[in-house]
C-alpha cells in the first residue's frame, strides 16, 4: 500500500487547511487510518485516528480543533485542521494499518507533508 499525502502549506494563526492522504495498492487490506506529526526536535505524536467503521479519536491538544474522515470509496482519508496554532507546525505524515493476515498487521507510512503556522 502506498499513501501520498496533500495538502500542506503555510498559514497564519487561526487559518485552516485540509489535509490529504490517498491510498492505493492493496488497499483491501486498510483497517484504520490516521495523521501522526513530528515536530522539529519532537517525538511523533499520534494526531487523529479513524476506523474502518469510522469511529474517531484525537490527541487532546487538537480537539476541536481538527477533525478527521475518510472516503473508502476513494480510498483516501481527510484531516481538517482549523483554528491553527504556532505549535501545530510540523510534518503531518499519514498512516494506514494493514490487516495482512487474521492475527498480523503491519503499518503503511506516508512520506508527510509540512504544515508551517506563522505570522
Known amino acids: 500500500v502506498q499513501l501520498v499525502e496533500s495538502g500542506g502549506g503555510l498559514v497564519q494563526p487561526g487559518g485552516s487547511l485540509r489535509l490529504s492522504c490517498v491510498a492505493s495498492?492493496?488497499?483491501?487490506?486498510?483497517?484504520?487510518m490516521g495523521w501522526y506529526r513530528q515536530a522539529p526536535g519532537k517525538e511523533r505524536e499520534l494526531v487523529a485516528i479513524?476506523?474502518?467503521?469510522?469511529?474517531?479519536s484525537y490527541e487532546d491538544s487538537v480537539k476541536g480543533r481538527f477533525t478527521i474522515s475518510r472516503d473508502n470509496a476513494k480510498n483516501t482519508v481527510y484531516l481538517q485542521v482549523n483554528s491553527l496554532k504556532l505549535e501545530d507546525t510540523a510534518v503531518y505524515s499519514c498512516?494506514?494499518?494493514?490487516?495482512?493476515?487474521?492475527?498480523?498487521?503491519?503499518?503503511?507510512w506516508g512520506q508527510g507533508t509540512q504544515v508551517t503556522v506563522s505570522s
Open positions: 498512516y494506514a494499518k494493514l490487516q495482512v493476515s487474521i492475527e498480523a498487521t503491519v503499518d503503511a
Open positions: 495498492g492493496r488497499t483491501y487490506l486498510i483497517t484504520d
Open positions: 479513524i476506523t474502518s467503521g469510522g469511529s474517531t
